[in-house]
């Protein structure tokens, strides 16, 4: 689609560690809600405040680690010998190591763009259906 190469392994790669970030991040939301529930907050009330407390960090977490690829992705090189010798770095994009650690970046850097909303918005959406299935199931089993 955006005609990028595509190595299989650095994209499994990349997938796993994206998996890794948004359980985290899922997890840190989804157990700041229960807390508050058991601190007697109603449900949607406590996920409300889970949402908002925890999508400052959730945010950061993300674009840091987005930006924080992005030279990774795109082949930044530079030279450190001639950077300290004759203060040139010969900087230069592509190369080499870009056709090998390019699609590992590029897929966390797209699939953490998409799962940030995913987590903000659909995990506490969620967490509301399953919490209102549970009632009637409740409820149900008590007849």
């Known amino acids: 689609m955006f005609g990028m190469e595509l190595s299989i392994v650095m994209t499994g ?3 796993v560690a994206l998996a890794g970030i948004v359980v985290r991040n899922g997890i840190l939301l989804v157990e700041f809600a229960d807390l508050m529930v058991s601190q007697g907050m109603e449900v949607r009330e406590a996920v409300i405040e889970a949402g908002r407390t925890r999508m400052t ?6 674009t840091a680690t987005m930006l924080g690829l992005i030279p990774l992705a795109v ?4 030279d450190f010998v001639t950077l300290f010798t004759e203060f040139n770095p010969h900087l230069y ?8 650690w390019g699609p590992l970046s590029w897929t966390i850097i797209f699939g953490l763009s998409f799962a940030t909303f995913l987590t903000l918005v659909l995990v506490p959406c969620m967490y509301l259906v ?5 009632k009637k199931i409740k409820q149900w089993f008590k007849k």
């Open 13 to 15: 790669l990349g997938i």
């Open 93 to 100: 994009f592509g190369g080499d190591n870009v056709a090998f």
């Open 130 to 134: 399953a919490d209102r299935n549970s």
């Open 57 to 62: 960090p959730v945010l950061l977490t993300a």
């Open 75 to 78: 082949g930044l090189n530079l």
